[in-house]
């Protein structure tokens, strides 16, 4: 059974900064282009952020210059940090493949707050 899981979302103050880590099972991501999706309360799904199997990275306008998205295929986990946090990035945090295909986990929330 294929199964996306999201960790790493937590309360944090605008300006700090958070590690995302995404752990798949049941299907090897190494050579797959993965992606980092958000989703706050009345929005539809966005692309923060892609990497493919090769490592290239790509960000939305949003975040270029704060995300970073990495992975480590031995573990089969893709990561994001995020550094100088603002309100706007408070979200739900997905992964999955670029384009998605695989089942969506669970997701991890982002609040960030005063």
């Known amino acids: 059974q294929v199964r996306l899981a999201e960790s790493g979302g937590d309360l944090v103050q605008p300006g700090g900064s958070l590690r995302l880590s995404c752990a798949a099972s049941?299907?090897?991501?190494?050579?797959?282009?993965m992606g980092w999706y958000r989703q706050a309360p009345g929005n539809q799904r966005e692309l923060v952020a892609t990497?493919?199997?090769?490592?290239?990275?790509n960000y939305a306008d949003s975040v270029k210059g704060r995300f970073t998205v990495s992975r480590d295929n031995a573990k089969n986990t893709v990561y994001l940090q995020m550094n100088s946090l603002k309100f706007e990035d408070t979200a739900v945090y997905y992964c999955?493949?670029?384009?998605?295909?695989?089942?969506w986990g669970q997701g991890t929330q982002v609040t960030v707050s005063s």
């Open positions: 990497i493919s199997s090769g490592g290239i990275t």
């Open positions: 999955n493949t670029r384009p998605t295909y695989l089942p």
């Open positions: 049941g299907s090897d991501i190494s050579f797959k282009a």
